[in-house]
C-alpha cells in the first residue's frame, strides 16, 4: 500500500488538481517548447514519478490516462490491461490473478462515478499503451502530442466508445429484417 494510495478514494477532489495541472502545463508550454521537451522530461519526469507513485502506484507508462480511468491506474492490473476488466473479476469484485486485491478496473469504475468532468470517459476505449514512451513524462508527452499518437501499425479504434446495452437493443430490428 502506498502512503498516499487512500486519495485515491477522493476522485472528484484529484480531478479538480488534474485540470489544474492541465492548466498550469498548458501556460508553461511555450517555455516548455522553447526549452525542449525532451529537456524539460529529464527535470521533470523525477517530480512526476514521485507523486504519481506515492497516490497511484504510477509505472511510468508514458501516456496516463488516470483521469479516463476514474484516477485508478490501468497499469496497476496484474494483466496490464488498459480496457477493462478482464472476465476474471471474481464475484465479490475481486482479482482472478491476486484474489486477496480488490479488481482495478472495480475500483475505477466506483470512483468515476464521483468525477463529474471526466467520469463519462470510463467508457471510452483506449489504445494499447506505446511502450516507447515508457518510462517519460505523461506530462510532457501530452504537451508534445506524443501520447495521442499510435504505435506503427495500429489503426484507432472508431468509435473508441464500448456500445452501450440500449444501442444493441436499437439494433435488433434491423438485425433481424437482415437475417431474414
Given amino acids: 500500500m502506498n502512503p498516499g494510495s487512500w486519495l485515491q478514494n477522493y476522485p472528484h477532489f484529484l480531478e479538480i488538481l488534474y485540470l489544474a495541472t492541465g492548466r498550469l502545463l498548458s501556460f508553461f508550454d511555450p517555455l516548455v517548447s522553447r526549452l525542449g521537451y525532451d529537456r524539460v522530461d529529464r527535470w521533470l519526469r523525477p517530480a512526476e514519478?514521485?507523486?504519481?507513485?506515492?497516490?497511484?502506484?504510477?509505472?511510468?507508462?508514458?501516456?496516463?490516462?488516470l483521469h479516463s480511468t476514474g484516477m485508478t491506474c490501468p497499469m496497476t492490473c496484474p494483466k496490464n490491461l488498459r480496457n477493462g476488466p478482464c472476465g476474471g473479476v471474481r464475484t465479490n469484485g475481486h482479482c482472478e490473478v491476486i484474489p486477496e486485491m480488490k479488481c482495478i478496473w472495480?475500483?475505477?469504475?466506483?470512483?468515476?462515478?464521483?468525477?463529474?468532468?471526466?467520469?463519462?470517459?470510463?467508457?471510452?476505449l483506449q489504445p494499447?499503451?506505446?511502450?516507447?514512451?515508457?518510462?517519460?513524462?505523461?506530462?510532457?508527452?501530452?504537451?508534445?502530442?506524443?501520447d495521442s499518437?499510435?504505435?506503427?501499425?495500429?489503426?484507432?479504434?472508431?468509435?473508441?466508445?464500448?456500445?452501450?446495452?440500449?444501442?444493441?437493443?436499437?439494433?435488433k430490428p434491423s438485425l433481424s429484417q437482415t437475417a431474414a
Avoid: H, T, Y
Fill in 106 to 124: 472495480v475500483m475505477a469504475f466506483e470512483r468515476s462515478k464521483q468525477m463529474p468532468a471526466f467520469g463519462s470517459e470510463m467508457m471510452d
Fill in 149 to 171: 499518437q499510435l504505435p506503427a501499425g495500429w489503426e484507432e479504434a472508431s468509435p473508441r466508445r464500448f456500445i452501450k446495452i440500449e444501442e444493441i437493443e436499437a439494433w
Fill in 49 to 65: 514519478e514521485l507523486s504519481k507513485r506515492v497516490i497511484f502506484d504510477c509505472r511510468m507508462c508514458g501516456q496516463c490516462v
Fill in 128 to 146: 494499447p499503451v506505446n511502450r516507447q514512451l515508457e518510462g517519460s513524462s505523461a506530462w510532457i508527452n501530452m504537451l508534445a502530442d506524443k
